[in-house]
């Protein structure tokens, strides 16, 4: 049972903002989640950018709570870095904002927090790391690439069943500016307008 305004938020988004040319890039990850869902297998997806600071988060947490919205199981989704910063508070800021229930698990440079999209449901947990860092799975998962520099910076991801580049324009570039939450809330929708679409062809 997702919170009703994480419920409103996802059934607000609409896939015309999606090129024909983003389906193309978004159709290897819808193929591979539909492999695992028909051999009833589990789904791990790790979602991957340079510092582990923004997209890799905000595309973690709406793929968990987008496969709890269209009731596909098995999909445990994560998120890793080229090397670990701290999750951005704007990030978090712009997950609060679409509904996300948000508690600080443990302070310092880099804050631990339980991200909550449901009340019954597991919280995503939110923390920088690297991709390859204990808490990720080691085999066995989708490697999905959200900026450009890591995907070129990382040709190689150990583990990985599958490397699938799908990256997103860094809101970082926004930061100190008039522009930041908004900048960052419609990244955030953006990913989850798509991430939308590719659970939406799961059957």
């Known amino acids: ?18 090129s024909a040319e983003r389906k193309t890039t978004l159709q290897p990850l819808v193929d591979y989640i539909k492999g695992k869902v ?26 968990q709570t987008l496969a709890h919205y269209f009731n596909i199981k098995n999909v445990f989704t994560y998120s890793g870095g080229t090397e670990a ?5 704007s990030a978090a800021k712009a997950l609060e904002s679409s509904g996300f229930k948000i508690e600080t698990l443990s302070n310092g440079a880099n804050p631990v927090y339980a991200i909550k999209f449901s009340e019954i449901a597991h919280p995503v947990i939110g923390f920088s790391k690297t991709f390859d860092a204990p ?3 080691s085999k066995t998962f989708a490697a999905i ?6 995907d070129k910076g990382c040709p190689f991801i150990a583990g990985a069943e599958k490397r699938i580049p ?4 860094d809101p970082k570039a926004f ?7 908004e900048k960052y809330l419609e990244r955030s929708l953006q990913i989850a307008t798509e991430l ?7 059957k």
């Not at 305004?5 to 999606?18: H, T």
């Not at 690439?145 to 890591?150: I, L, Y």
């Open 1 to 18: 049972m997702l919170y009703q305004n994480i419920k409103n938020q996802i059934e607000d988004l609409n896939f015309n903002s999606i």
């Open 85 to 89: 910063t701290a999750l951005f508070p």
């Open 38 to 63: 028909d051999e009833n297998q589990i789904i791990n997806l790790n979602f991957i950018c340079t510092h582990n600071s923004r997209r890799s988060h905000l595309s973690q947490v709406w793929a």
């Open 196 to 202: 939308k679409y590719v659970f939406s062809k799961i």
């Open 175 to 181: 930061d100190n500016t008039p522009q930041q939450a």
């Open 166 to 169: 799908i990256t997103f324009e």
């Open 145 to 150: 690439m959200t900026c450009s520099s890591a």
């Open 135 to 137: 808490f990720n799975p």
